[in-house]
């Protein structure tokens, strides 16, 4: 049975970094790209970060780039989203998502709520 | 950017009647669309792709229709479970996926 588990939520102040991490099982984990997507409460969803299935290349979106990081550790069947300098306009359910091969995603988390407020 | 524009906002219905959703897209998207239903406090969950194929496990009341810049999803005999927000997404201009801004359908 495949699995998709967010982690690392909370509330953070302007300013601050704040790491998220996927966890998966259930399929070949080096096999699938990984992408991080987030939902403002009451809003539409938004595409934030990609991670190619072997890890070697990454994608961010124009809102995020040069603040978040993304990477893989097939190690640990873990995707990890790292979040710096937050601004209150990054509060949002995060969720990660397994690319089905064709770039839509049949595999989602139940997503983690991140707070930036002062 | 991609836009896709999503009408209308909010669909009233009563179950047993057939909802029809639009997408529409700023640029030529060739069949690369996909249609996600969302319930409230759920993740969304993935029901056509490719613009016309069933996801598995979608029931066959659910079809989607359309190619190049207008794409319709189509609820024939709406069930209880069926009221939601649905939302499309792009995958032609990858890594650069966006959505639509969604539908919500809701009990008349």
């Known amino acids: 049975e495949v699995q998709v588990l967010e982690s690392g939520g909370g509330l953070v102040q302007p300013g601050e970094s704040l790491t998220l991490s996927c966890a998966v099982s259930?399929?070949?984990?080096?096999?699938?790209?990984i992408t991080w997507f987030r939902q403002p409460p009451g809003k539409g969803l938004e595409w934030v970060s990609t991670v190619s299935a072997t890890g070697t290349k990454t994608y961010h979106a124009d809102s995020v780039q040069g603040r978040f990081t993304v990477s893989k550790d097939t190690s640990k069947n873990t995707v990890y989203l790292q979040m710096e300098t937050l601004r209150v306009e990054d509060t949002a359910v995060y969720y990660c998502?397994?690319?089905?091969?064709?770039?839509?995603?049949?595999?989602w988390g139940p997503g983690t709520l991140v707070t930036v407020s002062s | 950017e991609i836009v896709l524009t999503q009408s209308p906002a909010t669909l009233s219905l009563s179950p047993g009647e057939r909802a029809t959703l639009s997408c529409r897209a700023s640029?030529?998207?060739?069949?690369?669309l996909a249609w996600y239903q969302q319930k409230p406090g759920q993740a969304p969950r993935l029901l056509i792709y490719?613009?016309?194929k069933r996801a598995t496990g979608t029931p066959p009341r659910f079809s989607g229709s359309g190619s190049g810049t207008d794409f319709t999803l189509t609820i024939s005999n709406l069930e209880p479970e069926d009221f939601a927000v649905y939302y499309c997404q792009q995958r032609a201009n990858w890594p650069r996926l966006t959505f639509g801004g969604g539908t919500k359908v809701e009990i008349k």
């Open positions: 998502a397994r690319d089905d091969g064709l770039s839509y995603f049949d595999y």
């Open positions: 640029e030529y998207l060739t069949n690369y």
């Open positions: 259930g399929f070949p984990f080096i096999n699938f790209a």
């Open positions: 490719d613009a016309f």
